[in-house]
């Protein structure tokens, strides 16, 4: 079990590092979620909205000031966490490629890839939470951060498979930004109170913002619509993997015995050495050849 552990401590040493030292990402973190918060306090209008919750079975009335922090702050901390892990698997995917040729266990690197991002996730969706409950009270505050965490895990997973298939950072940034802002947008009760339609619960922040809904403004546990933000994770950070499993499968070395070139069958010494060599590989001593002296002739005189 010791032998398992410490490579994939290793690793998720190396990947926590990697997103620590990614600096534009926390101070988003940090700054930009409060600030963003703020400003749809002060700028929202309050006015009470009737839309449809399903875990709550059936509509429910809240303010549109406080639906409009909730979605708000889903969109910042989705978007933050779908770029750090596109990032981190994008700048390690070299680095990572050179470890398992050199003999590192894929499911070590890959493990410790997906444990590194729960952790962000987590502690994204830990803050998150914390702002919107000093903002207004929540009717369940765990609730809402399971929510938070299923939303982020939907968008890490995106940023896994993005940064495994992908080649450069503005495509991967284009496609974060557009799924983000999208989704949000359609699962946002001020645009969608219905939120019927027959396509939307494919949505990845579809069962998150259900929740988060729920938990927010009912006492419905919001559960079982959190699951399918884990759903989406697990798909996409599976696609992410895969690849990754795919492009280094050439990179797997056969053990001795199986199938690799024994000692050569007849004993190959080099001359002047008693170890054994290529001899194709090496020059062969070279023996001095005796050369005759002839007496200097002279060609109208005879010898000298």
Not at 161 to 171: P, Q, V, Y
Not at 222 to 242: D, E, H, I, K, N
Not at 250 to 264: E, L, Q, V
Request: with cysteine; hydrophobic share 45%.
């Amino acid at each position: 079990m010791r032998a398992h552990l410490t490579p994939f401590s290793t690793a998720l040493r190396f990947v926590l590092a990697a997103h620590v030292r990614n600096r534009l990402a926390l101070l988003l973190a940090v700054a930009f979620t409060p600030a963003w918060l703020f400003l749809t306090r002060a700028c929202s209008y309050h006015a009470t909205l009737h839309f449809q919750v399903f875990p709550a079975g059936g509509y429910i009335d809240a303010d549109n000031n406080q639906t409009s922090q909730v979605s708000s702050v889903m969109n910042s901390i989705t978007v933050i966490t779908g770029f750090m892990a596109f990032l981190e698997t994008l700048k390690s995917g070299p680095l990572e490629r050179r470890l398992v040729l050199a003999g590192y266990r894929r499911r070590h690197l890959m493990a410790a890839k997906v444990a590194a991002l729960l952790v962000i996730a987590a502690l994204l969706a830990l803050y998150a939470t914390a702002l919107v409950h000093l903002s207004f009270t929540q009717r369940q505050v765990a609730g809402t951060a399971l929510a938070l965490f299923a939303a982020n895990t939907a968008f890490g997973g995106l940023g896994i498979m993005l940064g495994s298939l992908l080649r450069d950072e503005l495509e991967g940034f284009f496609v974060v930004i557009m799924t983000s802002i999208i989704d949000n947008g359609l699962q946002n009760p001020g645009l969608n109170p219905p939120a019927d339609q027959p396509w939307l619960p494919f949505m990845p922040l579809y069962g998150p913002s259900q929740a988060a809904y729920a938990a927010a403004f009912t006492q419905a546990w919001p559960g079982t619509y959190a699951v399918r933000g884990l759903v989406w994770f697990a798909l996409t950070s599976t696609v992410g993997m895969l690849a990754f499993w795919l492009r280094t499968r050439s990179y797997h070395r056969p053990h001795p015995g199986h199938g690799t070139a024994g000692p050569p069958a007849h004993d190959e010494r080099m001359p002047g050495s008693g170890m054994l060599g290529k001899a194709d590989c090496r020059r062969p001593p070279t023996t001095a050849v005796p050369t005759r002296r002839f007496p200097l002739r002279n060609e109208r005189h005879g010898p000298l």
